[in-house]
């Protein structure tokens, strides 16, 4: 597999595994308004997710024609060290506080990456991207006044807050940190390194976390990292989601609704 | 999903959509919401995924007053038998077709 095609599946990769996590949701949400809104965002990120596992498809199948490979194979068919996907995103929900606070550092990571990528040479990873940016703009929008509300709100949805950060800072790190298929992306110029989306991240976040009365984070923090999703080790968590996201198409190989 | 227990502390709210420009906000229907910013969100989660508005009002329920159904009767009836108030009574000349 060529590294560029890498780098979309691990694009790929983290929207369908954060959209089955929150999809995870339908049902249970807190409240009605809420359930809705998160299977909406869950229903978002699947959509950008076949975007990006349609354009791998194609161009695995360029390079060897022999192979007909469809999205379905790549969400449903690969095994757990096959995904790139951030260790962040296949975090458990754990309680609303959790849900929002890894979808508020996800969002806020992929409205800033996605709009480098929409200037990228590459016509349909541009134009994937360009699609997705007016999506995650809402939920950048969404998930930050989630954090204002709970930061900022009773003594426990303050300490809900704080537990989530305790939960999912540690996972902040790998958003940053270059892989092989990242230094390719930057030599082709098909993406960047994300490097250089750090200090704004950082400064967007922490913009939303003053407000939410909660401690700021520093990205001068050594984290003690050994798992890197982008690589395929990922956390304890990402298995038994893979085994129920895909039981049923290797139950019954190619079926359909 | 669990007895609503947003009913006691969050309020409700009555959202208006408009579908297209040119049309008027009409009732779609309620939910609950802490501010109006999130009654917005809720709106726009809940009443326009399928492409239904270009624009959202919300307004918290409580600040509308509704007639009394109890009242109906001296409220509406009596307009009931004024036939003479529906502007069907003058004669038209013939060129003006289309009123």
Redesign the interface.
Known sequence: MDLLTNYILHQADNALILGHRNSEWT???????????IS?IALDLIGQARNFYQFAAYRLNELSPSEKITEDDLAYLRDEHEFKNFVLVEQPNGDWANTILRQFYFSSYQLLLFRELSNSPYPELAAICEKSIKEIRYHVK?SS?WVI?LGDGTEESHGRMLNAMQNLNPWIAELFQPVDFDYEADETEAGILPEILKDEWYQRVNRILETATLPTISSEKKSMQLLSGKKGVHSEYLEPLLAEMQVLQRTYPGSQW | ?EA?P?SEN?PLWEVFIRARQGLDHKHAGS????DA??AL??AR??YT?RNEGISIWVVESKNIHASSPAESGEFFDPANDKVYRHPSFYILPEELKNI
């Open positions: 049902g249970h949400g807190p409240i009605l308004e809420q359930d809705i809104a909406n969404w006044e509300r | 999903m609503n947003q969050w939910l609950y919401a802490a910013q999130m969100e809720n989660d809940v995924r």
